[in-house]
C-alpha cells in the first residue's frame, strides 16, 4: 500500500515472462515428428529412405536394398522396420519378399513441420 491508502499499481512482467505463441506443434504431432527424427537419426536409414526414394516408382524390394547398404538383410529389414512405424514407408508382402514405398505425403509433412517450428 502507498502512504495515500491506495493499493500500489501492479508492476508489468519482465519480458521473459511473455505468454508463448500459440501456434507451435501440438503434443501429437510434435510426438510424431520427434519419431521421425529418431528413425532419421541412424544413417544407414537415412541412406535406405534416400536408395527407395530414387527407385523408379519410388518403390524397392529389400533385397535389391542390402548390397547399396552394405548390411546383411535381418538388419536392413530392421532400419525399414522402423522406417515404417515412423511413416515414412509403407511395406507389402509379395511372395517372400518385401517391398517398400514412400508414403504418399510423409517427406512433405516432415518439411511443412520444420518449416512450421
Not at 493499493?7 to 519419431?35: F, I, K, M, Q, V
Not at 548390411?71 to 507389402?92: C, D, I, M, N, Y
Amino acid at each position: 500500500m502507498t502512504t495515500t491508502g491506495a493499493p500500489a499499481p501492479e508492476a508489468a512482467p519482465p519480458a521473459c515472462c511473455t505468454a508463448p505463441a500459440a501456434d507451435g506443434l501440438d503434443d501429437d504431432r510434435a510426438a510424431t515428428l520427434a519419431r521421425v527424427f529418431k528413425a532419421l537419426g541412424e544413417p544407414a536409414r537415412v541412406r535406405l529412405l534416400s536408395l527407395v526414394a530414387a527407385q523408379e516408382g519410388h518403390e524397392a524390394c529389400v533385397c535389391d536394398l542390402t548390397a547399396p547398404v552394405g548390411l546383411s538383410q535381418p538388419t536392413v529389414s530392421h532400419h525399414l522396420k522402423v522406417l515404417v512405424e515412423a511413416g515414412l514407408l509403407t511395406r507389402r508382402q509379395r511372395g517372400r519378399w518385401a517391398y517398400y514405398a514412400l508414403t504418399p505425403g510423409a517427406l512433405d509433412q516432415v518439411a511443412e513441420d520444420l518449416r512450421t517450428l
